[in-house]
């Protein structure tokens, strides 16, 4: 158990929803990084937190939006969802933004 | 930008062989460099990682990877492979400046026979 936990585990949606995935980082670690896993393009960075501000970007869509909140708990929203926004995404925390990260077991959302 | 290429999307080894699994990476700083391993429906667990200290990095079960910056080059090896190998491997390269985003291989699948 790596100490990040994300809800929900699983997700099914149709086109064209709105879902909210969330992700609580292990005790004490600031930032926060979300990654997507699918099978064409593998895992790609989306997108950094650092202690509530955002720190990077990576090839996150327009349609997708993250926040961390106070509480450095963070949120990661997908609208007008697509078939090809199924995957598996991954939270991961770290006590910087220097030093490794360490991975939630993901959410599998699935989009029908 | 960095880039990693990661040689062989599946391996195959006996019960006890040596394993390889290669990764070659591209990076305009001095990188930090990860592997990390998933186990069938779960998430990603570092095994090792080099932050420009020794060269060779031992990690977790048994694994170590060495760093050779001439060949662009960070393979990860076990010299004796268990059953409970079986996974995906990843490796990853950090610039580790004003953030530490991963960019990862493809991945390698690690079938160990017995």
């Not at chain 2, 990476?25 to 990603?44: A, E, K, R, T």
Request: aromatic residues 12%.
């Amino acid at each position: 158990d790596s100490g990040v936990t994300q809800t929900p585990k699983h997700l099914i949606t149709a086109t064209g929803q709105r879902v909210t995935l969330r992700c609580s980082p292990r005790s004490g670690d600031l930032s926060v990084y979300w990654y997507q896993q699918s099978l064409d393009q593998g895992l790609q960075f989306l997108i950094q937190y650092y202690n509530g501000e955002e720190r990077a970007k990576g090839n996150i869509l327009e349609r997708f939006s993250a926040q961390q909140f106070p509480d450095l708990h963070s949120e990661l929203n997908l609208s007008s969802l697509e078939l090809g926004d199924s995957a598996l995404y991954f939270c991961a925390s770290s006590v910087t933004g220097n030093t490794e990260a360490f991975f939630g077991q993901g959410t599998r959302l699935t989009v029908v | 930008a960095q880039s990693v290429t990661q040689l062989g999307s599946h391996v195959s080894v006996s019960e006890g062989a040596l394993v390889l699994l290669r990764c070659n990476y591209s990076s305009s700083v001095p990188p930090y460099l990860f592997w990390y391993v998933q186990y069938p429906n779960q998430g990603l667990q570092l095994l090792l990682k080099y932050t420009s200290a020794a060269t060779l990095v031992k990690g977790i079960n048994g694994f170590e990877a060495e760093f050779k910056k001439s060949e662009t080059s960070f393979h990860l090896t076990k010299p004796s492979a268990h059953m409970r190998d079986a996974a995906e491997y990843f490796c990853a390269v950090s610039d580790g400046v004003g953030g530490n985003k991963l960019v990862f291989g493809a991945g390698t699948i690690l079938r160990v026979k017995s």
